[in-house]
């Protein structure tokens, strides 16, 4: 009989040796990432390249932007329409919702509102969606970094990509060209300390179950904890993805796993209190940073070649990324 899977399932994989070790050593290390994203959807990375300083001086400005009065913050403000996904959105402004598109239906679940704050940027060059900055003299060095930072993640983004090209049995190349616009997204989040009760009983949420949109997410989560991952084989059930020391957590998003005709998994996780938290408490505040890979706009995705065949029909129609992404966004907000 297999063995239980330990608890938090997520598989942590060296990626030193896809960087930097012969090709013997990309494939198996390749091969380690595809196996947990067909089977866990998440996978650890240590050793990812966005070197740990980098990490936390970007954790540093999160804080000192989320500790900036309101007003400040309004300057940058998130527009009303969910497609234009940048600029600050305060406690209460965005909810997480799970495939839920009908108006009344959105309107019912955002009732329970999550209990975070963000900050949104994407690539300089975005014309048809900009960035949204609050003025430089109110924090400066911010947006610079941020810039820089972005450009630094990017360079993961590629690597992993390929390792999953590869570890697919596609050529290590494949998905460059669908990612060649930069179409990523840097978000800060800020959760506010809350009574540790409240997010226990999930009366209230961090982040209320869901999963992301693109091709695939890195988060960088500080050491507080609350993220949890859907079992893989009891709907409904979570189990804590707690903090790795310098590790980032990547998972797929759906729109990988329609393009890989659902061998790739888009696993569903939230956030609530930490693990064991006293639920008399206040629990701390934390911060996390995902960046979201998501493929050209208008790059019109059929399904991966390795993953349809005659015993196995493609189970969805071409679709672009920016009609998919679009049709997500629009419902949270
Ligand atoms: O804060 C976290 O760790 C989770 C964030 C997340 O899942 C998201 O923004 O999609
Ligand atoms: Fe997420």
Redesign the pocket.
């Known amino acids: 009989m297999p063995s239980a899977p330990h608890k938090s399932q997520v598989p942590i994989v060296d990626f030193a040796p896809f960087l930097n070790g012969t090709p013997s050593d990309r494939k198996s290390t390749a091969t380690q990432i595809y196996q947990a994203f067909k089977t866990v959807g998440f996978v650890y990375l240590i050793n990812h390249g966005v070197p740990q300083e980098k990490v936390n001086e970007c954790f540093a400005w999160s804080k000192k932007f989320f500790d900036l009065p309101s007003e400040i913050k309004n300057l940058a403000p998130h527009p009303p329409s969910g497609r234009y996904h940048k600029g600050y959105s305060s406690v209460g402004k965005e909810k997480?919702v799970q495939m839920v598109y009908d108006p009344e239906a959105v309107k019912a679940l955002r009732k329970a509102p999550d209990v975070?704050e963000?900050f949104e940027s994407g690539r300089q060059d975005d014309e048809l969606y900009p960035n949204i900055w609050v003025p430089e003299e109110h924090i400066p060095g911010f947006r610079a970094f941020m810039e820089e930072y972005f450009a630094t993640c990017r360079g993961t983004q590629c690597q992993i990509l390929r390792a999953v090209a590869l570890g697919m049995g596609l050529d290590e190349t494949y998905f460059d060209p669908f990612h060649s616009d930069r179409q990523n997204q840097l978000?800060l989040?800020h959760?506010p300390p809350t009574p540790a009760k409240e997010l226990l009983s999930g009366v209230k949420e961090?982040?209320a179950a869901?999963t992301?949109f693109g091709t695939l997410?890195m988060?960088f989560?500080d050491d507080v904890g609350?993220?949890e991952v859907e079992d893989i084989h009891q709907k409904g059930v979570f189990h804590p993805a707690p903090p790795v020391e310098d590790a980032v957590?990547v998972n797929i998003g759906d729109f990988m796993q329609r393009w890989s005709n659902d061998e790739l998994k888009s696993t569903m996780?939230?956030?609530r209190a930490p693990p064991a938290d006293d639920e008399t408490k206040m629990t701390k505040a934390?911060y996390?940073v995902?960046y979201?890979s998501t493929a050209n706009r208008d790059a019109i995705i059929d399904c991966l070649p390795t993953c349809w065949g005659e015993d196995r029909p493609k189970k969805y129609a071409p679709i672009t990324s920016g009609d998919y992404i679009g049709m997500r966004l629009d419902a949270t907000y």
């Open positions: 997480v975070k963000s978000r989040l959760y961090r982040i869901h992301d997410t988060l989560q609350g993220l957590v996780h939230r956030v934390r996390s995902p979201f």
